[in-house]
């Protein structure tokens, strides 16, 4: 195994970059407030970046020499998390700086990374000011481990890098409408739930993944990377050696679901929300599992409410939903037949077009318990 860093340094030196618009806008009266008297306590030193604009802080971490902070922390939701492993993997030195230990705050209204850490770190599920002090003591803690990230390449051949999800059909339907509701917090994501309920898309297209079972195969290619990667001192691009390009055929030991679809998720943490406990067997961030969820049109409204409620407790696998599917797998292929749906990566929009992507184990690190 690779080793990891074990705890911070004391006193830890963090780089805190928040988005003054996350959520309902609060985040940075929250973080004096709930975070700046904890940090002081733990006799934290911390730089304040409050962003000005979208990718502000994408740009600051491909750009700055980052070695005065141990950590990296985001007080936002999981779009300026999602911003800035991008612009740490944009880096020619992405390698080595993609390890720099990042953590979360939950100031946004999409926190599924601080809900999940909150989770494997044993806290109850809990919102708002309480998974923030959660967050804030796991933050305190300081102790690195590994972070799963996913790498994906679009048909325009652009590469992404994601560490939560990727959502197609009614999860990025429901993630993007409900952003006229942003005022009402978490609460528009229900909102936005029961809106798209009653008037159901669906959308064609195929679905190829490769199953985690085969998994013997997959370390040892991992394994290959990893060495293969350490020779060249300055690697150019991160290597998918699980994937094809996309314009040929998957693999014939992949399988292809060809479907009119209702919805379809890549997830690779146990939360898609602060009360989306949607994978609940993922007890940690560097597992090496995507959990792939798809369901077909013949999936009913019922079925639908049943899943997004038993979703809060995680129960929504223990009963049989008809037409929902869950499996685990390392690499995966979504072509839409059509360019009209909405697809989300950690809650970003991205072009509706054909994706793959496959999982990189334990590539980053985030502070958890
Ligand atoms: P939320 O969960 O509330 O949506 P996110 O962290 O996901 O919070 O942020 C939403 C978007 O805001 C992201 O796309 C991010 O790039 C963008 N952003 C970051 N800083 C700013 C800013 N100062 N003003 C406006 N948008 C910003
Ligand atoms: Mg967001």
């Not at 740009?59 to 492993?85: H, N, P, T």
């Not at 720099?100 to 809900?115: D, E, T, V, Y």
Request: hydrophobic share 40%; proline share 5%.
């Amino acid at each position: 195994e690779q080793g990891h860093p074990r705890l911070l340094p004391s006193p830890a030196r963090f780089l805190v970059l928040l988005n003054p618009r996350g959520g309902t806008g609060k985040a940075f009266s929250l973080f004096e407030t709930h975070v700046m008297p904890m940090l002081t306590e733990a006799n934290a030193h911390f730089t304040l970046l409050v962003t000005e604009r979208p990718n502000q802080a994408r740009e600051l971490v491909r750009e700055r020499d980052l070695s005065a902070w141990d950590a990296i922390v985001v007080m936002s939701g999981d779009g300026l998390m999602f911003e800035v492993i991008n612009g740490l993997m944009e880096r020619p030195d992405w390698a080595t700086t993609i390890k720099k230990p990042l953590s979360i705050l939950p100031g946004g209204s999409g926190n599924a990374l601080a809900a999940s850490i909150n989770h494997y770190s044993g806290h109850q599920q809990v919102t708002g000011t309480k998974l923030l002090t959660n967050c804030a003591f796991i933050l305190c803690k300081g102790h690195p481990v590994p972070l799963d990230i996913v790498s994906l390449t679009t048909s325009s051949q652009q590469r992404i890098f994601s560490f939560l999800s990727l959502a197609w059909g009614f999860i990025s339907d429901v993630d993007i409408e409900s952003e006229k509701y942003r005022f009402m917090g978490y609460a528009r994501f229900s909102v936005g739930t029961f809106v798209r309920l009653t008037a159901l898309r669906t959308y064609r297209g195929r679905l190829s993944y490769l199953p985690a079972i085969s998994s013997s195969e997959i370390r040892d290619t991992t394994a290959d990377m990893k060495s293969s990667s350490a020779d060249r001192t300055e690697t150019r691009v991160l290597e998918d050696s699980l994937v094809v390009p996309l314009d040929q055929p998957v693999p014939s030991h992949w399988h292809t679901v060809e479907d009119q679809f209702v919805l379809v998720l890549a997830l690779y943490q146990s939360h898609l929300g602060a009360e989306h406990f949607t994978a609940p067997m993922v007890k940690g961030p560097g597992e090496g599992n995507i959990h792939l969820f798809y369901a077909n049109s013949r999936i009913s409204r019922t079925s639908l409410i049943k899943l997004f409620i038993a979703m809060e407790k995680g129960t929504h696998l223990d009963q049989e939903i008809a037409h929902l599917i869950h499996v685990p797998v390392v690499a995966f292929r979504i072509e839409p037949s059509e360019s009209t749906g909405i697809m989300t990566v950690d809650g970003e929009v991205i072009e509706c077009s054909p994706i793959q992507g496959q999982i990189h184990r334990g590539l980053g690190h985030v502070l958890s318990l």
